[in-house]
């Protein structure tokens, strides 16, 4: 069903709604692509128009850049028919006063997982100079949306305007962004870092990775996982930085003390001179 003069509504010709997985994308293209083959029905008219739409939604809806592109256009189009239908001549409406602010750019902090997983936002606007008075609207963050992205939202009423909603990233505990790439440490034991062997650590997206801790390896060393990162504005992710951290093996232990025996105190012990007699008649010194 189109939603605009020119864009259809892929989610619907899928079955789907607009949080859909790739895996759903996935999964009812191939059902519906067999159920609805002109082979299987004849070579029917409808079948052929049925599955072209079906293949035109699953070529824009699987590519993760097209996808985001696709769903901006089709909030733009939602939008602007209820605008045009909100700003229809009313005998009771009275002319707005003032003019209000046409564009309003705004700030959205999203958590890491919301860029990846996708989400929904209600946004609320409270112009004075709108005579309907406040303004919402839903918006839809497609799964891997790139931090920073734009999506903007047709305002309600004849004096038309845009709500421009900027995705920022949350800070996250554990995990650092520079770029596409995010960053954070493993720590392991001294033993694991000088024989190597096989680690696993949650991802951002909260599934466990297979990390290679090769012999040997230096503190602070990276390895690199890749396309375990955030998502690119054009598609695909980037990468994950993995920091080797341990503490050397510190161990001290005490000397066992010698024991002093009778026979060394013995060997210590200065024996006194003796006294020889003093010749007859010589007083005494």
């Given at each position: 069903?189109?939603?605009?003069?020119?864009?259809?509504?892929?989610?619907?010709?899928?079955?789907?709604?607009?949080?859909?997985?790739?895996?759903?994308?996935?999964?009812?293209?191939?059902?519906?692509?067999?159920?609805?083959?002109?082979d299987?029905?004849?070579?029917?008219?409808?079948?052929?128009t049925?599955?072209?739409?079906?293949?035109?939604?699953?070529?824009?809806?699987r590519?993760?850049?097209?996808?985001?592109?696709?769903?901006?256009?089709?909030?733009?189009?939602?939008?602007?028919?209820?605008?045009?239908t909100?700003?229809?001549?009313?005998?009771?409406?009275?002319?707005?006063?003032?003019?209000r602010?046409?564009?309003?750019?705004?700030?959205?902090?999203?958590?890491?997982?919301?860029?990846?997983?996708?989400?929904?936002?209600?946004?609320?606007v409270?112009?004075p100079?709108?005579?309907?008075?406040?303004e919402?609207?839903?918006?839809i963050?497609?799964?891997?949306?790139?931090?920073?992205?734009?999506?903007?939202?047709?305002?309600?009423?004849?004096?038309?305007?845009?709500?421009?909603?900027?995705?920022?990233?949350?800070?996250?505990?554990?995990?650092?962004?520079?770029?596409?790439?995010?960053?954070?440490?493993l720590?392991?034991t001294?033993?694991?870092?000088?024989?190597?062997?096989?680690?696993?650590?949650?991802?951002?997206?909260?599934?466990?990775?297979?990390?290679?801790?090769p012999?040997?390896?230096?503190?602070d060393?990276i390895?690199?996982?890749?396309?375990?990162?955030?998502?690119?504005?054009?598609?695909?992710?980037?990468?994950?930085?993995?920091?080797?951290?341990?503490?050397p093996?510190v161990?001290?232990?005490?000397?066992?003390?010698?024991?002093?025996?009778?026979?060394?105190?013995?060997?210590?012990?200065?024996?006194?001179?003796?006294?020889?007699?003093?010749?007859?008649g010589?007083?005494?010194?």
């Open positions: 069903m189109p939603v605009g003069h020119d864009l259809p509504d892929h989610y619907e010709t899928l079955g789907l709604d607009r949080g859909c997985s790739e895996a759903d994308i996935r999964q009812a293209y191939r059902k519906l692509s067999r159920r609805h083959h002109p299987t029905n004849g070579g029917s008219p409808e079948s052929v049925r599955t072209q739409a079906l293949n035109a939604a699953h070529e824009v809806l590519d993760a850049a097209r996808r985001r592109a696709y769903d901006e256009d089709l909030l733009i189009a939602e939008d602007t028919a209820r605008a045009a909100a700003a229809a001549p009313r005998p009771s409406a009275r002319r707005p006063s003032a003019r602010s046409a564009n309003i750019a705004q700030q959205v902090p999203l958590k890491l997982e919301e860029f990846l997983r996708g989400t929904r936002l209600e946004i609320r409270n112009d100079a709108c005579p309907e008075g406040p919402s609207y839903p918006v963050v497609p799964p891997h949306t790139a931090p920073k992205s734009q999506i903007k939202v047709a305002r309600d009423g004849g004096n038309g305007g845009l709500i421009v909603v900027k995705l920022t990233l949350r800070p996250h505990p554990r995990f650092k962004a520079r770029g596409s790439d995010l960053r954070c440490d720590r392991i001294s033993r694991r870092a000088a024989s190597g062997g096989q680690e696993m650590v949650t991802g951002p997206d909260g599934s466990q990775l297979k990390v290679i801790v012999a040997r390896v230096a503190r060393e390895i690199r996982l890749t396309g375990h990162g955030l998502p690119r504005p054009r598609g695909g992710r980037g990468d994950l930085l993995i920091k080797i951290c341990y503490r093996e161990s001290i232990s005490r000397l066992p003390a010698t024991p002093v025996t009778d026979a060394d105190e013995d060997e210590d012990e200065i024996e006194p001179t003796p006294l020889l007699p003093l010749p007859p010589r007083p005494p010194a």
